[in-house]
């Protein structure tokens, strides 16, 4: 539902804000353009996809990603992809859509983002692929997982017209990612979930991964692992006759590296930081190596010590559990609501908000690096819940919003600055608790200079939040009995129309609305 139930159906060309584009049920890819502050032009026809397309059963939605002036990508919703060279689309004479790649990929998906890349004689575009696929060994779970597909396809030098696939990667998850982008650079990735995604073998056989499955049940785990909310600790089963000579034990801020006897145990990046300098290790009972590792993001649940390591089994403390259970023991009953008209009579959840629920999962936001397909940084967002996500330059990673307590923040991920990645560039006053008043919110947005927020409802609605600006006049609250210097406002548009809306999009000066009849267009004026 998540990834396809509030699909945005209209896009707009970051490059060129005055145009959006959207795929009819006829498979035709339209294109709109501003004629006139709150004119558009005709529609026109740029692309069709194949007839037979629009007949499989099994097709998701089309869906398109402009990943430069000159290129977008497409997904015809039936598992194809298609690298589209466009010319330059905001001249009418040089724009011509012309098919430069055209592959079936595998199961239906969605495109989330692409980039192109030019380096020497070899141009690339790399995309991310959305799926959600059966998982035939979870029989515990939905029995489902989220597969994050990485492709890069190439054309290594001019002479030669043909794209082909470069590098193809795949990430596993057990959640929907509310953001994930590729680096302009190409050299990595970030996503925000609330579950965490690991790299997987694209091409896996189920029959290997089932055997893989029984080996490591049956095989003893080479380490065992338990955590606080300050530190971990380590315990690795030493061979026999093993001296302090034999133990080399390396910690590093991201890594760790175990060997015993020459034999190497444990080598990778661990899930999160630790400080080095204060973790410790000692020998004992004389056949077991301890390892303690200080938690740098202190109250962080790591749910793996190495990434993608299975070799170990984490150990739950009993005792931490019978403390937590201890804890709970005044919240549970065996009778339902034994006594209502006590003095602290339980919670009516009628009369909460959306903005009063606290989200039991939170959500992580993790970089990947694209060279050794593993987890560089971790930054656990706690309650800063996710809003939406906006291109405010198309040469750099979208941006994505987060609420910090009342209000909305926006983050611009540099991939270049490796110790400040996420910056943070605009503050929305308020915004944070006003969004979650409103419940039959669909689609969330922002202009690119920040200038205002908007949001639409499923059906009509569309709410307009206008950063502060100066007064013209002079104002004053009688209350306090200062003069007000800002005012920030709010605006409500109520369309003419009860259709549902399918896509929603904001640019500098407009709002663009689409809904199964028609496209409509709101002039936001920005000055006072």
């Not at 515990?140 to 990667?169: H, P, Q």
């Not at 300050?230 to 030493?238: A, F, I, K, Q």
């Not at 109250?299 to 984490?314: A, S």
Request: charged content about 25%; overall charge negative.
């Amino acid at each position: 539902m998540h990834a396809f139930g509030m699909y945005n159906y209209l896009h707009c060309d970051s490059w060129y804000q005055d145009s959006v584009y959207y795929i009819d049920n006829l498979g035709r890819m339209m294109n709109l353009k501003v004629m006139l502050d709150t004119a558009l032009g005709k529609p026109r026809e740029v692309f069709r996809l194949p007839t037979d397309v629009m007949a499989c059963d099994t097709r998701l939605c089309a869906s398109i990603h402009f990943t430069s002036s000159t290129w977008v990508t497409l997904s015809d919703g039936t598992g194809r992809l298609y690298l589209i060279e466009t010319g330059e689309r905001g001249n009418n004479a040089s724009e011509k859509w012309e098919i430069m790649f055209n592959e079936e990929l595998g199961d239906p998906f969605i495109i989330i983002h692409s980039i192109s890349l030019l380096k020497a004689e070899e141009h690339s575009i790399a995309t991310l692929l959305l799926r959600i696929e059966k998982e035939e060994l979870d029989r515990k779970g939905s029995g489902f997982y989220v597969s994050l597909e990485w492709v890069t396809i190439s054309k290594k030098n001019k002479d030669n017209k043909k794209y082909e696939i470069a590098k193809r990667y795949s990430l596993r998850g057990k959640s929907v990612p509310h953001y994930a982008a590729v680096e302009p650079d190409g050299n990595g990735l970030m996503i925000i979930s609330y579950k965490s995604f690991t790299f997987v073998p694209v091409a896996q056989d189920i029959e290997e991964k089932k055997d893989e499955n029984m080996s490591e049940k049956i095989k003893e785990p080479l380490y065992y692992w338990q955590q606080t909310e300050d530190d971990l600790t380590v315990t690795v089963r030493l061979p026999e006759d093993s001296t302090k000579g034999d133990i080399q034990v390396q910690v590093l801020p991201d890594h760790v590296n175990i060997v015993l006897k020459g034999q190497r145990v444990l080598e990778g990046n661990l899930y999160s930081s630790v400080d080095h300098e204060s973790s410790t290790w000692i020998i004992k009972d004389n056949n077991s190596l301890e390892i303690s590792l200080i938690k740098k993001n202190e109250g962080l649940t790591w749910p793996e010590l190495v990434v993608g390591d299975k070799q170990g089994e984490f150990i739950r403390d009993s005792a931490q559990c019978a403390a937590i259970a201890e804890r709970l023991m005044h919240l549970t009953s065996e009778e339902l609501n034994p006594n209502p008209d006590k003095e602290k009579p339980p919670c009516n959840a009628q009369e909460l908000e959306e903005c009063d629920i606290f989200f039991e999962e939170s959500s992580s936001l993790s970089r990947f690096d694209g060279n050794t397909l593993k987890t560089t940084h971790v930054v656990n967002l706690g309650s800063n819940q996710y809003l939406f996500s906006v291109i405010v330059d198309p040469k750099e990673m979208p941006c994505f919003c987060l609420r910090h307590d009342v209000d909305a923040l926006l983050w611009q991920p540099y991939s270049s600055k490796r110790d400040d990645m996420w910056e943070h560039i605009a503050t929305f006053n308020a915004l944070g608790y006003v969004q979650a008043s409103k419940r039959d919110k669909k689609f969330f947005a922002c202009s690119p200079n920040y200038s205002y927020a908007a949001l639409c409802e499923c059906l009509r609605r569309v709410f307009i939040y206008r950063q502060p600006t100066p007064m013209s006049t002079v104002l004053y609250n009688r209350k306090e009995g200062r003069q007000v210097g800002q005012v920030a406002k709010q605006q409500v548009a109520s369309l003419e129309t009860n259709d549902p809306i399918l896509g929603f999009q904001a640019t500098n000066e407009r709002l663009f609305v689409l809904t199964t009849k028609n496209l409509f267009l709101i002039k936001v004026k920005t000055e006072n």
